[in-house]
């Protein structure tokens, strides 16, 4: 029994880390791009490769950690990783 209890930790941490990955590559496309929208930003990334609902999770946890939001418009941007809008994306209601 002991193996399994390893592999599973070990593939629970394999998927952290994928998860991990696949949040920087989504803080880097908005870094890289600004704003942009949910249908353009899982193919700039390669969403759909990821396999079933992991672009939705990795999206999520990237607003969950402040490093990408959500305004009111429904497109994604860059944080500054605190959560504020990053000055960098050219953003112009940006109030910093």
């Not at 496309?29 to 759909?48: I, M």
């Not at 939705?56 to 990237?62: D, H, M, P, T, V």
């Not at 607003?63 to 050219?90: H, I, K, L, V």
Request: net charge negative; aromatic share 4%.
């Amino acid at each position: 029994m002991a193996g399994i209890a390893g592999t599973a930790s070990r593939s629970s941490a394999m998927a952290e880390q994928r998860l991990d990955d696949e949040v920087e590559q989504i803080t880097h496309a908005l870094q890289e791009s600004g704003p942009t929208s949910r249908d353009r930003l899982e193919p700039a990334v390669g969403g759909r490769s990821w396999g079933p609902g992991r672009f939705r999770r990795a999206l999520r946890e990237s607003e969950r950690e402040s490093r990408a939001r959500s305004p009111a418009d429904g497109s994604y941007a860059p944080t500054d990783g605190r959560g504020r809008p990053d000055s960098a994306s050219g953003d112009p209601h940006d109030q910093r």
